[in-house]
């Protein structure tokens, strides 16, 4: 089994967010939260090698105020609201090299990445009941170090606490993508279609992909906690026609993960 895995950003982000309080919600006392454990998903979006990698959570938050790490993106709030947040987003990528598949392995490398951008939010809590809340965000990130481009996502969930130790959460998301991002995962150069022996393509920019993750978690005391998430994501229009993903891989790709938290 490959020890590679894609693990978005948001789908860490969900489960640091449902062990903390919610968007909307008063908080005016320090809180720190830890957490870790496995995460299973494709080797990179569109593939059919799947593998394990370990994932990690962290939150600082003071009232509006936070900084998180999400596996390994940071993003921060520099707000003083209760309902909106906005900040800067930092992130490291690992690119896509050495993987499993023998043809695709063929193509050029696509390098590391350092994701600088932005990420702004809100929610409401209370919508439908008192312990339910709907949240919404985007994240802006550009490849500052390497020929990944720009990307763009936009999320909206909504978690429902069940009892005061359990709590259920239904994210959806998509992400655009820049020429110059699908250029890089999707299309195939005339060199790379010589090497590998897949026909040239030409991938342009446009939306990538839907997911959908249902996660949860547990208070099993004050402190510690566990919680897990199953999703999917399905590639879209000129990414899920590439003949990486056509010929070599799958549009459809399910991902999911359990994790251990500490909240100080």
């Known amino acids: 089994m490959s020890s590679k895995c894609y693990v978005r950003a948001t789908v860490l982000a969900s489960l640091a967010l449902v062990a903390c309080p919610a968007v909307g919600q008063e ?8 957490g870790a454990g496995p995460f299973f998903g494709p080797e990179y979006l569109g593939s059919k090698d799947y593998g394990f990698v370990p994932g990690i959570i962290a939150s600082v938050q003071k009232g509006p105020y936070f900084v998180k790490f999400n596996g390994l993106t940071a993003t921060a709030n520099v707000l003083p ?11 490291y990528g690992t690119g896509r090299k050495d993987v499993s598949d023998n043809v695709v392995d063929k193509l050029p490398d696509v390098d590391e990445e350092l994701w600088v951008g932005a990420t702004a939010g809100g929610g409401y809590a209370g919508l439908l009941l008192d312990r339910d809340s709907l949240g919404a965000s985007v994240e802006i ?3 500052v170090i390497g020929e990944s481009g720009t990307t763009a996502t936009f999320s909206l969930g909504y978690e429902i606490n069940a009892t005061q130790r359990l709590a259920f959460g239904l994210d959806v998301s998509t992400t655009f993508v820049d020429g110059t991002y699908a250029d890089a995962y999707y299309s195939v150069t ?12 030409k991938a342009d920019a446009g939306f990538r992909d839907v997911s959908v993750d249902v996660s949860s978690r547990f208070a099993v005391t ?15 229009g ?19 993960g359990l994790f251990l938290w500490y909240k100080f």
């Open 141 to 143: 990130a550009h490849d």
């Open 238 to 256: 000129g990414m899920a026609d590439s003949p990486i993903v056509e010929d070599r891989g799958e549009a459809l790709n399910g991902h999911g």
């Open 190 to 201: 005339a060199k790379g279609a010589a090497a590998s022996g897949l026909k040239e393509y």
């Open 81 to 91: 609201f209760d309902s909106f947040y906005a900040g800067p987003l930092i992130g």
């Open 222 to 236: 004050e402190n510690w906690g566990v919680g897990g998430l199953v999703g999917g994501s399905v590639l879209l």
């Open 27 to 34: 908080q005016k006392d320090w809180s720190v939260l830890v």
